[in-house]
């Protein structure tokens, strides 16, 4: 009888770290990629958000955002080497990685690029093969060292900005070459895209780029802002210009991009504008109205133009007598009014949605730029991660239980438990 009480204790030991596991990732079968601005450490105050505040159970990809490209040698380098790589000894880099032990199966990749590195490094790095021989055999190395699970190429953009026509064609070699040499040691290679058909058809050779990315998130925001001189949608679901999420979606499938392999990038930050005439009422849809040239800027990211979805929901719920807000239902966005200032944005609702449509889409899953503007430290809504958390709800919410995806590790330990649970079974079977 004693032996098993044992089992039968030993079984629910092992089911209890199944669970406790179990508990430290996504319940769905879905994608959810998370960057991480590296920078947004150095914001102030609250906005401050380092690995410390990571809470990686709501996503199954973390994306160390960013890296860069050193042309005198063509190889990969920190932007950052004092907190990448040197900060308290062990750097972020290592930190970052370091979280694969609490949480198994996540994936932790590099990205490389991004806005403000340009397009003209890459455009020659990717012309020439013997170039990209270096930088290749340079990423497996640098990844390597830092215990990277992987590479994410963020090229803004192949074709534009100072690149040149050929970068297309020289893109698509990049990414086969890369994905050769990372078969072997089974790194992963994914890039994130832009979300205009423009900048799509001049910088991707979609079927061919797809075939060797493990997945392509596609940036769908920045569709408008004070560019525009127009308050107009950062990133609408719908609308009738072309711009929009479901556009964007659409035309990828279109031109040969696998739904399987196709992650919806979601905005963690609205974009700020200023009216060129203070309207009469408060509570106008100001969609439309004219505006400067120039927005205004958050306190902690301080990017004019831009506002983190923390800071928007700060302000509201501080000065909630002087923000009017509304709903645009016909491109599913989000506004707040301050006299002259506007901010539209993605609120809980309209990120909900777009996850319904990643899902009936039959998407790989979403990406967010980025998880450091999320209200991390749940000021807003008394609960920290308010949006993550509804993603990871969306995701969830299947028609049957899918179990999630389960590192090596973890699947030996439920084999165990599965095993165990058997050999209880029968002996409670035999002594009764
Ligand atoms: C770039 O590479 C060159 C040559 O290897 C090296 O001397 C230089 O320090 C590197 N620059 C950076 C910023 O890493
Ligand atoms: C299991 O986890 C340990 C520590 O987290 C790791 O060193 C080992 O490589 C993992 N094994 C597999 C098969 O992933
Ligand atoms: C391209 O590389 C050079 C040399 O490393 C660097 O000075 C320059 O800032 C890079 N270009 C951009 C747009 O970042
Ligand atoms: C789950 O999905 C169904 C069908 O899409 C929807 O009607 C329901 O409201 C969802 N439940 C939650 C809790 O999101």
């Not at 590195?117 to 170039?131: M, V």
């Not at 505006?291 to 302000?315: D, R, V």
């Not at 450091?372 to 299947?398: H, Q, W």
Request: aromatic share 12%; hydrophobic share 40%; charged share 20%.
């Amino acid at each position: 009888m004693s032996f098993t009480v044992v089992a039968f204790l030993l079984t629910i030991l092992l089911f209890g770290i199944y669970d406790a596991r179990g508990l430290l990732k996504p319940k769905h079968n879905k994608v959810v990629v998370c960057y991480v601005a590296s920078w947004a450490a150095y914001r102030p105050d609250k906005g401050a958000f380092s690995i410390g505040n990571l809470r990686p159970e709501f996503c199954t990809h973390l994306i160390y955002a960013f890296a860069g490209l050193n042309i005198s040698s063509w190889t990969i380098s920190s932007l950052d080497p004092w907190a990448d790589t040197e900060k308290d000894v062990i750097g972020n880099y290592r930190k970052m990685t370091a979280l694969r032990q609490q949480y198994p199966g996540i994936k932790i990749s590099l990205g490389i690029g991004g806005w403000n590195e340009g397009s003209k490094n890459y455009s020659q790095l990717a012309s020439s093969p013997e170039r990209r021989r270096t930088f290749i055999a340079s990423t497996i190395e640098f990844l390597k060292t830092y215990g990277f699970d992987g590479l994410d190429f963020d090229w803004e953009f192949p074709g534009s900005r100072g690149g040149v026509p050929d970068d297309k064609q020289n893109f698509a070699s990049l990414v086969k070459e890369l994905s050769d040499a990372y078969r072997e040691p089974r790194l992963l290679l994914t890039a994130a895209i832009s979300a205009d058909k423009k900048t799509i058809d001049q910088a991707y050779n979609i079927p061919e780029v797809s075939k060797y990315l493990d997945h392509i998130s596609v940036m769908a925001y920045d569709y408008h802002g004070t560019w525009d001189k127009k308050v107009l949608p950062n990133s609408p679901l719908r609308s009738n210009d072309g711009l929009s999420v479901e556009d964007s979606v659409t035309y990828l499938l279109q031109r040969g991009a696998p739904a399987e392999k196709l992650v919806l990038g979601l905005p963690m930050y609205g974009r700020t504008f200023i009216l060129t005439k203070e309207p009469e009422e408060s509570n106008v849809n100001p969609i439309g109205l004219p505006a400067l040239i120039t927005g205004f800027k958050g306190p902690y990211t301080g990017q004019e133009g831009f506002m983190g979805f923390n800071e928007i929901c700060e302000a509201l719920t501080k000065d909630p007598k002087d923000w009017s807000t509304g709903w645009d239902n016909d491109i599913s966005t989000a506004y707040a009014i301050k006299q002259d200032h506007v901010v539209v944005y993605d609120n809980i609702k309209t990120i909900m949605t777009k996850v319904e449509y990643a899902k009936k889409k039959k998407l790989a899953g979403v990406m967010v730029w980025s998880i450091d503007t999320d209200d991390f430290r749940g000021d807003c809504y008394g609960s920290e991660f308010p949006i993550m958390k509804a993603i990871n709800k969306v995701l969830a919410n299947t028609t049957a239980f899918v179990a999630p995806p389960i590192a090596p590790n973890a699947s030996s330990v439920q084999l165990f438990s599965y095993i165990s649970l058997t050999l209880s079974i029968i002996m409670i079977y035999l002594t009764v």
